[in-house]
């Protein structure tokens, strides 16, 4: 299978964190992720963002960067002919940071609507006396400083994963409080309903954070597209034991 695929690459790099990397395993449970490609030569990453519609968001991928934008690693909006020297600035920029960094690569990927979406955040914690503690919560300042989040034991049922969607404070806003557009919630609940089967199957994984998780306008958006409709994990890390 796909997922074990993943997994393994971490083992192999004698490492147990994971970042964008495992986005392939959120793919294979059927979790939506944008379109894009981790590539490790500039060139390449030209090429893939030809082949993306539209402006781009660039990555730095590497095990010893977790938190990418605190070290400048992610770039948003970024068109096709800038992709060669973003790069580069992106490489040089970890490097910077950390001399010896191991660095993967750089991903590039399509650009999500953040303006109309709605960023959520979907975890994990394998808590040794409960076991896998399913998180939800809003994000940016209403996880982050409000502690906005609500917690279930996996494997939970519709629900309960919907059940979380409704008991976060910020909740409204999914909804479509304050005249913006409700938006896809069942794409959300959906969303915790995989990742409960994907740590049910995967007792390796401690930890996993789907930060964010878009969740985007179900009509009234932009486009009238189903592209601009549903969820999407643009950003994932995990840790294995
Ligand atoms: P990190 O959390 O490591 O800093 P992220 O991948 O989460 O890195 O990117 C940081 C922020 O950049 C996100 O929270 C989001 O606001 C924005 N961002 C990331 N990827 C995209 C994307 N594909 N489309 C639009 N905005 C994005
Ligand atoms: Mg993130």
Redesign the pocket.
Known sequence: ERAFEVLSRVEERGDNRL??EAMGLLDAYGIPT?QGDIVDDASDAVAVAQDIDGDV?M?IVSPDI?????IG??K?GVANEDAYDAYEDLVTRARNYQPDADIIGVQV??????EDGV?TIVGMNRDPQFGPLLMFGL?GIFVEVMEDTTFRVAPVAESEAREMTREVKSAPLLRGARGRDPVDVDGVVETIQRLSQLVDDFPAIVELDI??L?ALPTDGGDGETEDDRGV?A??V?LTVD
């Not at 977790?66 to 605190?70: I, R, V």
């Not at 990927?109 to 953040?114: A, G």
């Open positions: 970042g964008v944008p968001v990555k977790l938190h990418k934008s605190d690693g992610v948003v990927q399509e650009m999500v609507d953040l960023e994000g930060n964010p878009v999407a643009v950003d890390r």
